[in-house]
């Protein structure tokens, strides 16, 4: 499957923001973004349209685009993975996010649909599962594992090594 084909980022809110900027930061090719508030369709965000709810991705197939999870962490708790589960049904595949800045050990094995945020380090021997994100200058050290849709906050520092936050 290609990686040229265009993104659309799933909500609007602050965490999208930093995504979108993440992925023009990287050139990458964004279709727009869905969001389930109606007061939110029409706007843009860094130069990207909302462009509806996300119905729109009806008007699609998987095999047109890929998506991105622009929901952050929420109170609801897991709304991220309840996104990811639902549209993953579906089809579709889910983009990483790795901001320019960030420091990535060579060996780290990375889940899909996970974001490494600007100023991120994440050292050798780590396991970074889906749907996660290690957010603005996080520091993951040496043999760390996160499981599936785990948020590691910004300036968080994971040591010493072997760390295991399991799954939400």
């Given at each position: 499957?290609?990686?040229?084909?265009?993104?659309i980022?799933?909500?609007?809110?602050?965490?999208?923001?930093?995504?979108?900027?993440?992925?023009?930061?990287?050139?990458?090719?964004?279709?727009?973004?869905?969001?389930?508030?109606?007061?939110?369709?029409?706007?843009?965000?860094?130069?990207?349209?909302?462009?509806?709810?996300?119905?729109?991705?009806?008007?699609?197939?998987?095999?047109?685009?890929?998506?991105?999870?622009?929901?952050?962490?929420?109170?609801?708790?897991?709304?991220?993975?309840?996104?990811?589960d639902?549209?993953?049904?579906?089809?579709?595949?889910?983009?990483?996010?790795?901001?320019?800045?960030?420091?990535?050990?060579?060996?780290?094995?990375?889940?899909?649909?996970?974001?490494?945020?600007?100023?991120?380090?994440?050292?050798?021997?780590?396991?970074?599962?889906?749907?996660?994100?290690?957010?603005?200058?996080?520091?993951?050290?040496?043999?760390?594992?996160?499981?599936?849709?785990?948020?590691?906050?910004?300036?968080?520092?994971?040591?010493?090594?072997?760390?295991?936050?399991?799954?939400?």
């Amino acid at each position: 499957m290609s990686l040229e084909r265009s993104l659309i980022v799933i909500g609007a809110g602050g965490h999208a923001k930093v995504v979108i900027d993440a992925l023009l930061s990287r050139e990458m090719s964004l279709k727009g973004i869905t969001d389930q508030d109606p007061l939110r369709h029409g706007t843009s965000i860094l130069g990207v349209d909302v462009i509806g709810d996300d119905g729109v991705l009806d008007e699609l197939t998987a095999a047109d685009i890929r998506l991105v999870l622009g929901v952050g962490s929420t109170e609801a708790g897991p709304a991220r993975r309840n996104i990811f589960d639902n549209l993953k049904t579906r089809g579709y595949e889910f983009a990483n996010v790795v901001h320019p800045s960030a420091v990535i050990g060579r060996d780290v094995k990375i889940g899909e649909g996970a974001q490494i945020m600007a100023g991120a380090v994440i050292q050798p021997g780590c396991r970074i599962g889906k749907g996660v994100i290690v957010n603005t200058g996080a520091r993951v050290d040496h043999d760390c594992i996160l499981g599936d849709f785990v948020h590691i906050a910004p300036g968080a520092v994971l040591m010493p090594s072997y760390v295991n936050i399991g799954a939400y």
